[in-house]
Nanobody, 121 residues
Framework: VQLQASGGGLVQAGGSLRLSCVASGRGSDNYHMGWYRQTPGNERQFVAA????????NYAHSVKGRFSISIDNPENTVYLQMDNLKPEDTAVYYC???????????????WGQGTQVTVSS
């Protein structure tokens, strides 16, 4: 399974960005999906996850109410809508996929290449 993430960029605090991640390869339509983020010198942190069917989702406490994860099954694409962005949201964001619900890094089978999100104050 290959994951191609896009949509990162530079935005002012309070602004919005929408990340996309397209999954391709054999069986990619049966994987649970999610997003993680990482800043220099720190471990990769969970942001949000969603089941392949889209019926269950979870968020890190720090983004709950501001970020929304969704999945488009026919297109094998997962989205992360990020609203009311804060400077502390600045990080490289990674798309994740797994046969198990990817609510922790141990359950991730595949990672995307990462996309930079920078929020200026």
């Amino acid at each position: 399974v290959q994951l191609q993430a896009s949509g990162g960029g530079l935005v002012q605090a309070g602004g919005s960005l929408r990340l996309s991640c397209v999954a391709s390869g054999r069986g990619s339509d049966n994987y649970h999906m999610g997003w993680y983020r990482q800043t220099p010198g720190n471990e990769r942190q969970f942001v949000a996850a969603i089941t392949w069917s889209g019926d269950v989702s979870n968020y890190a406490h720090s983004v709950k109410g501001r970020f929304s994860i969704s999945i488009d099954n026919p297109e094998n694409t997962v989205y992360l809508q990020m609203d009311n962005l804060k400077p502390e949201d600045t990080a490289v964001y990674y798309c994740a996929a797994g046969l198990k619900y990817v609510a922790n890094t141990g359950r991730v089978d595949y990672w995307g290449q990462g996309t930079q999100v920078t929020v200026s104050s």
